[in-house]
């Protein structure tokens, strides 16, 4: 167990709606990242934030958004769903307060649209 | 951006030899190499790093090795087991933005 927590853990939806996936990061930890893993795309940097603010930011959609609360946890919202929006959607924390970086990832949540 | 690639994308190997995979990454800035072991429906685990003082890092069976004027790292597991069977990651990271740039992953299996 990292520590992390990701809820739900599966989500089914249908193409048009909107989603919220919830992350919980390690104790202490000040970053989240959010990661999509798809069998054709493999393991895509989304966004990262940093202690409530936007730090970096990968191939995320405009469909696309997330933010980070002050209690640190944070949430990656979905709209408009898209088949090819399926995937796993990890969430990740490190404590980002050294040069380098471990990140954590939690259990994932797995959305299908159908 | 940074571009990792990871190399060979399957490998089969019989329990009790060595299996070694490569990856090369394009950002000279890069400076932290993580590797991460997936089961199938479960989260990457950490399961070893190396930053860009060192040259090589072993924890028992399992090692790694960098060479940051050719920018390629490599995954030693030594004595394999079935246990082994997963897919494993490469990823490289600048310390300065933090994000992870990972390699399509290797599907390791050990046949016992």
């Known amino acids: 167990d990292s520590g992390v927590t990701q809820t739900p853990k599966h989500l089914i939806t249908a193409t048009g709606q909107r989603v919220t996936l919830r992350c919980s990061p390690r104790?202490?930890?000040?970053?989240v990242y959010w990661y999509q893993q798809s069998l054709d795309q493999g393991l895509q940097f989304l966004i990262q934030?940093?202690?409530?603010?936007?730090?970096a930011k990968g191939n995320i959609l405009e469909r696309f958004s997330a933010q980070q609360f002050p209690d640190l946890h944070s949430e990656l919202n979905l709209s408009s769903l898209e088949l090819g929006d399926s995937a796993l959607y990890f969430c990740a924390s490190s404590a980002q307060r050294t040069t380098y970086n471990e990140q954590f990832f939690g259990p994932g949540t797995r959305l299908t649209v159908l | 951006g940074e571009n990792v690639e990871q190399h060979p994308s399957t490998l089969s190997v019989q329990e009790g030899d060595s299996a070694v995979i490569k990856c090369t990454y394009s950002?000279?800035?890069?400076?932290?190499f993580p590797w991460y072991k997936q089961e199938l429906g479960k989260r990457p685990q950490l399961i070893i790093d190396i930053r860009s003082n060192v040259g090589e890092k072993k924890d028992q069976r399992i090692a790694v090795t960098l060479n940051k004027t050719a920018k390629h790292f490599s995954l030693h597991i030594t004595e394999t087991q079935p246990e082994d069977s997963a897919v494993y990651f490469c990823a490289a990271s600048v310390s300065s933005n933090y994000k992870l740039t990972f390699g399509k992953g290797t599907l390791l299996t050990v046949n016992p």
């Open positions: 934030y940093y202690n409530g603010e936007e730090r």
């Open positions: 104790s202490g930890d000040l970053s």
């Open positions: 950002d000279s800035a890069s400076n932290y």
